[in-house]
Nanobody
Framework: QVHLVESGGGLVQPGGSLRLSCAAS????????MDWYRQAPGNEREFVAR???????GHAAAVKGRFTASRDNAKNTLYLQMNSLKPEDTAVYLC?????????WGQGTQVIVSS
């Protein structure tokens, strides 16, 4: 069983920055890839970034160069540094992992980009 809790969302002006965190339970965190997804109202859930157990990352084209995903295995925490935010980045951001064939999701944290 894995429990994921996101934090760090909020209201930010276009061009601003936010740093999201996802705290994970358990002592197996370091061996699994972790993902960030987002879901805007009326839209399907969209992949944002993945961080592998060794720290290597992949980012969606829509956020590449602006967002940076990372992890701290000692703290069981996943991060998403979001810079140069745009109104179209407004969404609920969720972290995800697949543990022994089961998908686990956090409850999400709301990000609103608006002037």
């Amino acid at each position: 069983q894995v429990h994921l809790v996101e934090s760090g969302g909020g209201l930010v002006q276009p061009g601003g920055s936010l740093r999201l965190s996802c705290a994970a339970s358990g002592n197996m965190f370091s061996i699994f890839a972790m993902d960030w997804y987002r879901q805007a109202p009326g839209n399907e859930r969209e992949f944002v970034a993945r961080v592998f157990s060794d720290g290597t990352t992949g980012h969606a084209a829509a956020v590449k160069g602006r967002f940076t995903a990372s992890r701290d295995n000692a703290k069981n925490t996943l991060y998403l540094q979001m810079n140069s935010l745009k109104p179209e980045d407004t969404a609920v951001y969720l972290c995800h992992t697949n543990f022994l064939g089961s998908d686990y999701w956090g409850q999400g944290t709301q990000v609103i980009v608006s002037s």
